[in-house]
């Protein structure tokens, strides 16, 4: 079985950086996993996509993820502005699916929307995800973290613990992750946000968990 | 361009975006635009996907702004991130290879010369450092040494910003960047020096931190550039994107090199004076 | 720059071709280049100087000394001459240039921008050799790597089809439905260099000039309304319109090339058929055409019945047309100035049962085909079944 | 990418560095009758160089997403 | 300039391919490149960048930072790349680089200009999309333009293969036989940005340097006395002697070529087959391989016999083997991402029945190929027999 | 290289040319030759195929002969009438591609450092005007920006001779030539200007008029680059067949323009003149 | 019947030009004629070929001439210095051939030469065409022209009339010659020896007759 | 090209102007015992050049017919 997720956010936010520590995780736990962005251009505030697949058998599949299973949208302008290289928010959705917004509360779709979401058995939930970094991390840059979170909470698509060590090896410094072009530079303002790798680590560690916690309550 | 030409069909009014509609009705198309009008009139870029915070964004808007005769004016660019933004301009303008901005201007300028013998429309260049100086730096010269008139605009923030903070030959000494990965063994290019040494009329170095003399410095460019030879300038546009700064932090950077090594420098031909003196600008 | 000359009488290129009386003039492939320039109306003409290219660009250069050509100068290189001569075309007036061989490689990376831009660009490659080692010897290589930059490529024979293809390619590049570049093929030296009988009609005469109104995409001219002018492009607003976007442009491309037969087919044939009930058939185009002629005349007598199909557009390749002349051929032999053997490639791929072809006699590094050498394949290569 | 621009009508005297200084283009406009610069808040990118910039620290950053807020 | 990492066990290709004892890592195939170069014991690599490659020559930077490469700068384009290259390995030393797409097409004078002068220089080739318009998307168009430039070109699926392809072609490069450019082409985007599971060795071994003293050309270094040094040299003696020079040289680069096969043998086969006595055959390169093998899943149970060959070598083309794998196959699809279809016509070109092809599906634009619609060409192209 | 490489092994004696052993028996290799021993050891340069009276011809023989250490020289050439005599030199050259000469040379030359780490290897190019300023322009004022260790040589015949005398960016203002039938438009592209800004540590305008003066500058030029970096010699070598002169007028021809607008000039900066007197070269 | 004519020398000989007047000729009298160079590098004193294919039928063979009918040596270097593309100077000639070769003097063949000439039944013939551009038009660069008048005179390929004609419109300067590269600069260093063209067309004229003439009477 | 140099050893001082002024490589050798300069026909292009510059008018230019003259 492939589970096929598809991030999509606006540069900057760290979509590329949530789907390498989501695939690392499943990787690290014995799953197979492959992760790539989408080749736009990587501005700040452009959109910005990106994919992970985990299978228990061999994944061969490349690029984009036109069919997936959860949708992870990291900011509402994705779905209100039209930030998007992929419209609708919800296109290619396969059935029984997960869509996770991050927004401070819900947004209302069209009545189309909606009975295009029905149809598809989607299950969406909105988890305010800059508010807990912001309150529990102090960063608002740690909000891709936070949707990791609550995407563990609602999916379970890889453990907490791999999750857990995924992330402090992404920021850990051990590994680089190799982003190509601006993502290497955007991604690297978060770091400079913290005089030390270990309240960075620490901080992350917290808001993986809150979001976990949060979103978990919110599962129908 | 006549005016009349912009106008819109009526019948066709409705099915136009409210952008166009806003531009013909209140755009600097037909009268001149200072750079103290901007906030007040439809300015010629919609909006564009450069960073937030991009110092180059910054300096293109307000060289846009500049113009003296937009609607008599097509922009010639190169790939980099500027391109991104030529996209939403609302002029005629060229995007066809990463640094022959200058070749494909000198042949546009050339044929306009020869399709419109009693009207001057003016060729602008506007392209990053690494298509002016690197890649390009063969057509740039040449189309100096040649007198092509045209105006070219260096943006140079320093290193290749599109394909994700790459050492330039405008990048300083020292900078450690991608493709530099112990630092840049070499000064930034002197261009200025050599765009005199190869026939510029008008050379300025100018900051993105001073908006005026962007917008002055742009204005006496393309003027000198109808009449008396080619033009450059050359602003610069530190980005804070590949600088890791914060996207507030870039202006201030830009102002700290112009009060260090990028202060503002004019260079301009006798021809050159006399031609801008004739026109009123000192 | 100059104004042209404003005394010749401005003709269709269909009265141009057929109806126009014509004199017999004794004259090299680079003079037919010339002839052909005088009478195109052709507003920006840019050079740069490669043997055995140089000489029909001097010449150019004398039309426009003379006014002929309204606008010429020598540019720095091959790339930034393409990109020159791009920048012209998007302004919105005729253009021609020519290169070859190392020059052609150089500039490449403008050939598939050229298509891409829609410009109607009409250039002459005077086929060379390229390097390691340089040679500036004939060999027809580039012609195989420009296969698929979009250009329509037509191969000429002899100076007279150099100067017959130049001038209808004006109109055929020209036309709303077309509105891409054309590349004219003349083997150096062997076609620019050879004098030779053509025949061309009186200098008091030039092709209507390029009409920018019927340009299919917008010149650069700020003379039409600025399009695409939105906060929010649909281009950019799902993956599958932005791809679409640029899979389709280059679908419409490929398109404009097909649609150019039309045009292309009042003024020539895709290929020409000599005793096309032979069982053997030569295919070749350029020069190795006429080495092929010679061979048939070898052949006169011999008891071998031997036909020839003489191709003269390269791209749209004309397939149908070739599977039909070729439907009952039981050899087939490709003759090729280059190693590669591009030609016989795009008819191996074309036709059924291609076993058929002997593919050769290739020669390359600037000897001229002995006509002797593809009697010997056909006599040899095709009987042994190779 | 979370904030846009606010200018404080009181504190602001209308000297448009703001303006001059944005490099999102329209994005702020100037109140001609009032003699006032207004964020226009949907073409903010919330970089806040209009904040630096400002010589009478009208101008504040603000959580987007309040738009009702931003934007009248 | 370093002195390179001493503390480096030399070893062979073979050992490294083959004996070392390996582990896996999760990474791009941007790192594959990377980990390649790390072991590979290479002197100069000269970068410019462009997307998709970029990444790649970053990384590579890195190892100069640390050490593992000697000597590394940025070239002011590709053009220029690819010509301080060219005269790194004239000069004797073990040279990489990478670009791809406009930066291919820039710099493409060189490709027969490295060949010809038979310099063993690696490059990677994450392919792109060439302009106009411009796109930064995944497009093997590249290919089919360098072809013929004489290089070994071969075409990895995935990181894995990267990794592989890379290391050891170094050593089929750097045979006396053999001595010509090998270009390893990977998918941008699909296979450089897409971080997946490679098996690497450890990294405290690199291959054994390269010997100047094997190349059958001498070296610009004067070590060697001056050769050639006559009043009267005979290749101005004739004009067959300079004809033939030229010529013979092409061929021998060519004959290198095919020389190189024994040796690429030694670790790669030219292609896969899997469900050889399938009636119906895909053929396919790089990631147009992973396409298919999704669809081939999906076809499971459809009643359809559909079998797949993953061609790895591009050039020199095993026309033997494919004809070989095709034999009895009665359809062939051929997926992939380009509009020209490089592939399918070379393969049109080679078996015999082309026919039985159907050409396509073909992608381009940057889209991934869903495997449906290659299901769907199968389903119905074939079966209306197309 | 050693001379025990160069020495033929006696069992093959027999079969080389005459020539070949000239060269070793009475060659410059290993001892250094002054310009006052021409005509008294067998020279580097065998019979070449350029025309009977070049200038070019006469440059390249002096700057050959004028070379500190040929045995560890290799020299860089381009397309060109130069290219027609490389072939005929008995020291490792390098013709690739048209324009590209300065690329190949900073390749080899820093390919060679690593090769050599001990031993100096002395990279020359040497090309025509249209190679140099025209299509190779870009490579060879990048390969100075980078301070590559290497010597530029541009044989100024201020055309394209090769192709049969078209214009280049080096020919003079108002010359009527190829692919200029209405004169030149812009005067000679001023590289040795262009070339002290883009950092060269040496730079010489000589005539060939003047043997003495051209073997000396690229001696200093020569010796200049193994330590300090870019050097750059221009000399000009006007080419009587394009010109129409007959084959003994072309030396007066440049005698004449060195009076005038070609005189010698030399820029040394304080480093590489601090060097040169260090190897006692004033 | 085709014949073919192959013309060597060194640059600055002018091998080119009498081609092209050659087949100006033979075209103007309504012949069917081919003229060609070879191409090499072209420098004064280095090796030049050019070739003229003359024929009542249709002309299709481009290139260089491989089997000639007629081969025309300008300059005895071409055979005594080997300054020459073609080597041995006779190589592919025809039977029944005729060799022309601008001599003061009987060059020595060696013995091997001479029998493989006799096999041909060449004749071979020595012409002092410098000499008589020399003497008769006061220029050593009308050599060309006599070799061409020698030509005329030995083998009657093209009418008298018909080259003195072919002769004038080249130097009359109504039609420009287009030779590639330096062979048209070296070509017009020519004109520059006489101040006035109907001088060098008086020359020419002189010398083209003296040489066939001189040839006529050698003929056997 | 019909002609060659030829040096009058009477005329010639030695002072090596034309072996440092003409184009072709080994064409005019320095005889060192008797310090005169001497040309090699077989080399000699018979440009000119060398006679043109000798300050003391020792060469002349001689039809390259008469070998025997010319290269002892
Ligand atoms: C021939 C070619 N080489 C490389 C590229 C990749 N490329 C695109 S933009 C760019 C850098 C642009 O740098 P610069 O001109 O400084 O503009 P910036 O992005 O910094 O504004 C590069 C290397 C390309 N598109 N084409
Ligand atoms: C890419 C390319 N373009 C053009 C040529 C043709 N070409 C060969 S040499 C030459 C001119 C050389 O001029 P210059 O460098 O001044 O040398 P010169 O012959 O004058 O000594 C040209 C245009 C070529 N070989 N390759
Ligand atoms: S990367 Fe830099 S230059 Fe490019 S848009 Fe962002 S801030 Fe501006
Ligand atoms: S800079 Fe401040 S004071 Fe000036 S107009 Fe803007 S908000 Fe008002
Ligand atoms: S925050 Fe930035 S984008 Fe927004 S108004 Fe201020 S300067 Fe403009
Ligand atoms: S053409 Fe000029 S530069 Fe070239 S070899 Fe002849 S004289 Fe010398
Ligand atoms: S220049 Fe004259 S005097 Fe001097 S060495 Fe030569 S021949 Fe003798
Ligand atoms: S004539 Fe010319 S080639 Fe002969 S020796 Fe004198 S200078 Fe040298
Ligand atoms: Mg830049
Ligand atoms: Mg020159």
Redesign the interface.
């Known amino acids: 079985m492939e589970t096929a997720i598809r991030m999509s956010g606006l540069g900057g936010q760290g979509v590329v950086t949530a789907a390498h520590i989501l695939g690392s995780a499943a990787n690290m736990e014995g799953q197979n996993a492959t992760v790539n962005p989408f080749f736009g251009a990587e501005k700040r505030l452009a959109p910005a996509e990106s994919y992970v697949r985990i299978s228990d058998t061999a994944i061969y599949d490349v690029g984009e993820v036109v069919y997936p299973n959860i949708i992870a949208i990291f900011h509402s302008d994705v779905i209100t502005q039209g930030k998007s290289y992929t419209m609708p928010f919800f296109s290619g959705l396969r059935e029984d699916g997960v869509i996770i917004v991050n927004s401070d509360r819900d947004l209302a779709f069209t009545a189309d929307e909606t009975a295009r979401l029905k149809d598809l058995n989607a299950k969406v939930y909105f988890v305010d995800a800059t508010e807990i970094a912001r309150t529990v991390g102090k960063v608002e840059l740690a909000a891709n973290i936070a949707m990791l979170g609550a995407l563990q909470g609602l999916t379970g698509i890889v453990s907490v613990e791999a999750l857990h060590e995924a992330c402090r090896e992404r920021f850990g410094g051990k590994v680089k992750m190799i982003a190509s072009g601006t993502t290497g530079a955007l991604d690297d303002a978060i770091r400079k946000q913290f005089d030390k790798v270990e309240r960075l680590m620490a901080a992350n560690s917290a808001v993986l968990d809150a979001a976990r916690e949060k979103a978990a309550s919110l599962k129908t | 361009m006549s005016m009349t030409i912009l106008k819109p069909n009526p019948n066709f009014v409705d099915v136009l975006p409210q952008e166009y509609k806003d531009l013909i009705d209140n755009g600097p198309f037909g009268g001149e635009k200072v750079l103290a009008d901007l906030g007040t009139f439809k300015e010629l870029i919609e909006e564009h996907p450069l960073c937030a915070g991009c110092n180059l964004a910054l300096a293109f808007r307000l060289m846009i702004a500049a113009l003296p005769a937009p609607e008599d004016t097509v922009v010639v660019g190169s790939t980099g991130c500027s391109s991104l933004a030529f996209t939403q301009l609302a002029l005629h303008n060229v995007h066809s290879l990463f640094g022959n901005q200058n070749a494909i201007a000198a042949g546009l300028k050339r044929a306009l010369s020869i399709r419109f013998p009693d009207k001057t429309k003016d060729v602008v260049v506007m392209a990053g450092d690494g298509a002016t100086a690197d890649i390009g730096l063969e057509m740039t010269l040449h189309s100096w040494f040649r007198g092509e008139k045209i105006t070219t605009v260096m943006f140079d923030n320093e290193l290749y910003a599109n394909t994700g903070g790459q050492e330039s030959g405008m990048s300083q000494e020292g900078s450690v960047l991608h493709m530099a990965p112990t630092g840049k063994k070499f000064g930034k290019i002197d261009l200025p020096d050599i765009a005199k040494a190869a026939g510029c009329a008008y050379v300025a170095v100018v900051s993105v931190s001073r908006p005026r003399i962007v917008a002055t410095s742009l204005k006496k460019a393309v003027l000198v550039a109808r009449e008396i030879g080619p033009t450059y300038i050359q602003v610069h546009t530190p980005c804070p994107t590949n600088l890791k700064l914060k996207a507030s932090e870039g202006i201030g950077a830009a102002d700290k090199r112009r009060k260090t090594d990028y202060a503002f420098v004019e260079h301009t031909t006798d021809a050159a004076s006399e031609y801008l003196s004739a026109q009123g600008i000192r | 720059?100059s104004?042209g000359k404003p005394s010749l009488r401005e003709v269709s290129a269909e009265y141009m071709l057929f109806e126009a009386k014509r004199d017999e003039v004794?004259?090299?492939g680079?003079?037919a280049v010339r002839e052909a320039v005088r009478r195109a109306n052709i507003?920006?003409a840019?050079?740069y100087?490669?043997?055995?290219q140089?000489?029909s660009?001097?010449?150019v250069?004398?039309l426009?000394?003379e006014g002929y050509v309204?606008?010429?100068?020598?540019?720095?290189?091959e790339?930034?001459?393409m990109?020159?001569?791009?920048?012209?075309?998007?302004?919105?007036?005729r253009?021609f240039t020519a290169t070859c061989g190392?020059g052609t490689?150089?500039a490449?990376?403008?050939f598939?921008?050229w298509?891409?831009?829609r410009l109607p660009i009409v250039i002459a490659f005077p086929t060379r050799?390229?390097?390691?080692?340089?040679?500036?010897?004939?060999d027809t290589?580039e012609m195989?790597?420009l296969?698929?930059t979009g250009m329509i490529m037509l191969h000429a024979e002899n100076a007279q089809d150099v100067y017959d293809m130049l001038l209808f390619s004006f109109d055929v590049a020209e036309q709303t439905s077309v509105h891409i570049p054309i590349g004219v093929f003349l083997?150096?030296?062997?076609?620019t260099?050879?004098?030779?009988?053509v025949r061309v009609v009186s200098e008091d005469v030039k092709l209507a000039p390029y009409n920018?109104g019927l340009s299919p995409v917008?010149?650069?001219?700020?003379?039409?309304?600025?399009f695409?002018?939105?906060?929010?492009?649909f281009v950019?607003?799902?993956?599958?319109i932005?791809?679409?976007?640029?899979?389709?442009?280059?679908?419409e491309v490929?398109a404009a090339a097909v649609r150019a037969r039309t045009h292309l087919r009042k003024f020539t044939k895709d290929l020409e058929h000599e005793n096309p009930t032979a069982p053997i058939q030569i295919v070749a185009s350029g020069?190795a055409v006429?080495?092929s002629?010679?061979a048939l005349r070898l052949l006169k007598g011999s008891g071998l019945d031997v036909g020839l199909v003489k191709l003269k557009t390269i791209r749209p390749f004309p397939s149908k047309e070739i599977k039909a002349a070729l439907k009952d051929a039981r050899s087939i032999v490709i003759p090729e100035f280059n190693?590669?053997g591009?030609l016989?490639?795009?008819i191996?791929?074309?036709i059924?049962?291609?076993?058929r072809i002997v593919p050769g006699p290739r020669?390359?590094?600037?000897?001229?085909?002995?006509?002797e050498v593809i009697v010997d394949v056909i006599k040899n290569g095709t009987l042994i079944g190779v | 990418m979370y904030l846009v621009s606010l200018i404080d009508e009181d504190k602001c005297v209308g000297c448009r560095m703001c303006i001059q200084i944005c490099p999102e283009p329209n994005a702020i406009v100037y109140l001609k009758a009032k003699k006032k610069a207004r964020v226009v808040a949907i073409r903010c990118k919330g970089c806040g160089i209009c904040e630096v910039s400002c010589p009478k620290k009208a101008i504040v950053m603000v959580l987007q997403k309040q738009p009702a807020e931003v934007s009248t």
């Open positions: 720059m104004t004794f004259i090299t680079s003079e507003d920006v840019i050079a100087p490669i043997t055995p140089s000489e660009m001097h010449l250069g004398e426009f000394a309204k606008e010429y100068f020598r540019g720095e290189n790339f930034a001459v990109s020159q001569v791009a920048g012209a075309a998007m302004a919105g007036v253009t190392p490689l150089r490449f990376e403008n598939p921008m298509s891409g831009a050799a390229v390097n390691t080692p340089l040679s500036i010897q004939p290589i195989g790597f296969l698929e083997d150096g030296f062997f076609v260099h050879t004098r030779q009988k920018p917008p010149h650069i001219d700020m003379e039409t309304p600025p695409r002018y939105m906060k929010d492009p950019l607003k799902s993956n599958f932005s791809y679409a976007a640029h899979a389709s442009w280059q679908q490929a020069t006429s080495q002629r010679v190693r590669a591009w016989a490639k795009e191996a791929a074309t059924p049962n291609n076993d020669v390359y590094g600037g000897m001229t085909m002995p006509p």
